[in-house]
């Protein structure tokens, strides 16, 4: 048998072992980034097709950890992606699928999870698990007994970032804390955010609760497809009545944590900034996802976590976002 008989064959047994293996009685194969294996690997996972998650980014090339554009470089970073929602593409990216803490922009999930399955309009009540005693935790201030609606909530979780009010939200959504975080890990699952746990509502510190940016850009990608999200985080402030356990009323006025918002920092040229969150923890450092518009309105998430201070990530978000000019 001449060599080239031999390789067709080879090749031909190849295909039929592997349609044969994709093709498996009542399952299919996901590719999912496998952050453990190597940059460029692969882990197949094997899940019967009702439990198929949708591709939210099928045409992203997720097997890169980085992405270079011309010679930019993100500084005193760990990590940072700029995606364009439009194209279904990776403008930018470095380390987007390193395992790293996220601290409060675990509050798009939260918010993600509220929204999915809770009403604008049911009414929550705080118990105990409003009091939180950390040092430095951003808090609203709430008290067993305390009730507002779920989109009074959600302005209050996803403007001021409020560690009180995500455990708030995620007791009367899920039933309890650990219910709701088993939700949002659910949710990551199901988008494809397999580099991500979640082990509470809020994002304070917690050595098993992480993503990657490339996890982040599907989560938040998911959120901004919810009105009630990108309405709030398009505002510089937010001013509500809630009531405490005997009904009396309670004013509460907070202002927005994105220092774009607030007019601290140039915002990037030729780029509207839609909104976005904010997070701070000494184990996670700087860190902010922003949602964007271009001057033809097409949409952009940008995301930087572990930036080394403020100025840092606000300085470095202005340059990658100017990317796309």
Do not use: W
């Amino acid at each position: 048998m001449k060599h080239t008989d031999k390789k067709a064959i080879a090749l031909l047994l190849c295909v039929i072992l592997t349609v044969f293996f994709l093709s498996g009685c009542g399952t299919t194969l996901q590719a999912a980034y496998d952050e453990q294996a190597g940059n460029n690997s692969y882990e197949l996972i094997t899940i019967t097709t009702q439990e198929r998650a949708t591709s939210f980014a099928a045409d992203l090339a997720v097997g890169e950890t980085s992405v270079s554009y011309d010679d930019f470089e993100i500084e005193n970073a760990s990590a940072a992606g700029l995606f364009d929602l439009t194209n279904n593409e990776v403008v930018y990216a470095f380390n987007m699928h390193a395992r790293l803490y996220m601290a409060s922009l675990t509050k798009l999930m939260t918010a993600l999870v509220a929204v999915k399955y809770g009403s604008l309009d049911q009414t929550l009540t705080a118990s105990s698990s409003v009091i939180i005693t950390e040092s430095g935790a951003q808090l609203a201030g709430l008290r067993a007994g305390d009730t507002m609606t779920l989109e009074q909530a959600l302005n209050i979780l996803l403007i001021y970032s409020a560690n009180d009010v995500a455990n708030l939200i995620a007791e009367n959504i899920g039933g309890s804390i650990e219910e709701f975080v088993e939700m949002m890990n659910e949710e990551a699952n199901a988008l494809g955010a397999t580099n991500t746990h979640f082990t509470n509502a809020h994002g304070l510190h917690d050595d098993d609760h992480y993503t990657t940016v490339y996890d982040l850009y599907l989560i938040f990608q998911e959120a901004v497809k919810y009105e009630a999200i990108t309405q709030i985080i398009s505002q510089s402030s937010y001013s509500t009545t809630f009531y405490d356990v005997n009904g009396t009323a309670k004013t509460l006025s907070v202002n927005t944590t994105n220092a774009f918002f607030k007019q601290l920092y140039e915002s990037p040229e030729n780029i509207t900034i839609l909104g976005g969150k904010t997070s701070y923890t000494d184990q996670a450092g700087q860190c902010l996802a922003l949602y964007a518009k271009d001057v033809n309105g097409n949409p952009y998430i940008g995301i930087i976590l572990k930036s080394a201070s403020r100025d840092d990530v606000y300085g470095q978000m202005k340059l990658m976002l100017e990317l796309v000019n």
